[in-house]
């Protein structure tokens, strides 16, 4: 069957995880005390709270004990919903501010404005929150690419290694799993993506898993439709 959707990763796969790591990370890291005391009664950000709170079993009672706790996750790199959503909020301040541009490989830019032109519908799944994508693609370095996307996924649709996530992305958009390409650069969530039916592709940009199961590709124009 002809491929109609293409389902990406971000980090690694459209971009480089060091952007992430060395830019988006960090920025979280340093603002998140002042951004709690700030807007620690705005609704949103309660609710972040809240659910850090049922997560972690601490009682989160002031900004800067909500502030510990989302800083430690932080530096384990958890996937954690209320500590993406809250990341979201606060790289918004950055974009808008113009402390930085999200980082695009232009393989990448160039590859998926083809496919859009082409025809084929274009959706995002990370781990990082719907608005924090939408933010990232909207202030990329080749300038607003959310025209592109037909829409967004995160943790709030499951895990990206449990393959109901993906057959349930796939019954959202109203799509055969057979007709969608799923890039990532982690085997193991493609593993879960082929188990749910979905075509895959690894995106090996470091060139270090030479003997995947899944078609490899080093950049986008090595991807094959």
């Not at 807007?39 to 004990?65: I, K």
Request: proline fraction near 3%; glycine fraction near 8%.
């Amino acid at each position: 069957m002809a491929i109609e959707v293409i389902l990406t990763d971000i980090e690694g796969t459209t971009s480089s995880i060091s952007f992430v790591k060395e830019v988006l990370f960090p920025y979280a890291d340093r603002k998140m005390e002042a951004f709690l005391r700030t807007h620690w009664e705005r609704p949103a950000v309660a609710e972040c709270v809240a659910q850090a709170r049922a997560e972690s079993g601490q009682p989160l009672a002031s900004p800067e004990q909500a502030a510990a706790l989302f800083r430690g996750w932080i530096a384990e790199d958890r996937k954690i919903t209320s500590l993406k959503t809250l990341q979201g909020m606060i790289w918004q301040t950055g974009y808008e501010n113009g402390d930085y541009q999200a980082h695009m490989y232009s393989d990448a830019v160039e590859r998926l404005r083809q496919w859009q032109a082409r025809g084929l519908k274009l959706y995002v799944y990370s781990s990082g929150s719907i608005a924090a994508q939408k933010l990232f693609f909207g202030h990329s370095v080749a300038g607003d690419l959310t025209p592109l996307f037909s829409g967004y996924y995160d943790t709030t649709s499951g895990g990206k290694k449990d393959a109901d996530s993906y057959r349930g992305i796939t019954a959202d958009i109203g799509v055969a799993p057979e007709r969608v390409l799923f890039l990532s650069d982690v085997e193991a969530e493609l593993d879960a993506a082929r188990e749910a039916g979905l075509n895959t592709t690894l995106l090996d940009r470091e060139k270090v898993l030479r003997n995947s199961p899944h078609a490899r590709a080093e950049t986008f124009y090595d991807i094959e439709l």
